[in-house]
């Protein structure tokens, strides 16, 4: 199994690599490729054996919802200053965020790779530099880009049991680069002028 999937790997990075001279390999590769994950065979409830595809993700998707807490007011800055803009993004930092870009990560619902982002990261990083300004500018992100891919990964415990699984997010590569930028912009210019309540520890250091 593991020299299937280091092959695997393998043969996507030499086509990303080559993506330049074979747009046509290249566009069939991303076409072909299938997003699905399979999920658990079945799932026990209250004694009753579930099956079918959809009951079982119906089942986990309870199972996820009644685990969500939502957040209270009272964990968010309230000393935000005003009229904070964020400074336009350059071309230099899409590269890098291209670059940082992996293909071990699985890929979210548009089914490109991370490999294929980085190789041709000269390539994108113009139009995506202006695709990312004109998102901060406008305060709009396109709908798309908020869809995820939720998949279940079981944890322990039986496999039958709903409630010994947790949900992986898995967002759109090219979203994963803007929110890699807009978090280094924040931590270096946003954070030091807030006072974050302790209970905040995602995305900042040293929590």
């Known amino acids: 199994m593991a ?7 393998k043969s996507e990075v030499n086509l990303a690599t080559q ?3 074979n747009h046509k390999a290249c566009f069939s590769f991303v076409c072909n490729l299938d997003g ?3 999920l658990c065979a079945e799932l026990i409830v209250n004694g009753a054996t579930y099956t079918e595809p959809e009951d079982i993700a119906n089942l986990l998707a309870d199972k996820f ?3 969500f807490t939502p957040l209270s007011p009272s964990i968010f800055p309230q000393d935000i200053p005003p009229n904070i803009t964020f400074p336009a993004i350059i071309r230099e930092q899409v590269l890098i965020a291209l670059s940082k870009a ?4 699985s890929m979210g619902p548009d089914n490109i790779p991370g490999c294929l982002l980085n190789s041709m990261k000269h390539d994108l990083s113009g139009p995506l530099e202006l695709l990312f300004n004109c998102s901060l500018q406008t305060g709009f992100m396109p709908h798309k880009c908020r869809k995820t891919t939720i998949i279940s990964l079981h944890k322990d415990g ?3 049991d709903p409630g010994n699984y947790r949900p992986i997010s898995l967002t759109r590569n090219i979203c994963k680069a803007i929110e890699r930028i807009s978090m280094e912009m924040i931590n270096s210019d946003i954070v030091n002028l807030l006072t974050l309540n302790p209970s905040q520890f995602g995305f900042v250091g040293g929590r």
């Open 36 to 38: 699905n994950t399979q």
């Open 65 to 67: 919802s009644s685990n």
């Open 19 to 21: 993506a330049k001279n």
């Open 102 to 105: 992996k293909n071990t990560v």
């Open 3 to 9: 020299n299937i999937k280091s092959t695997k790997v």
């Open 158 to 160: 039986p496999s039958t």
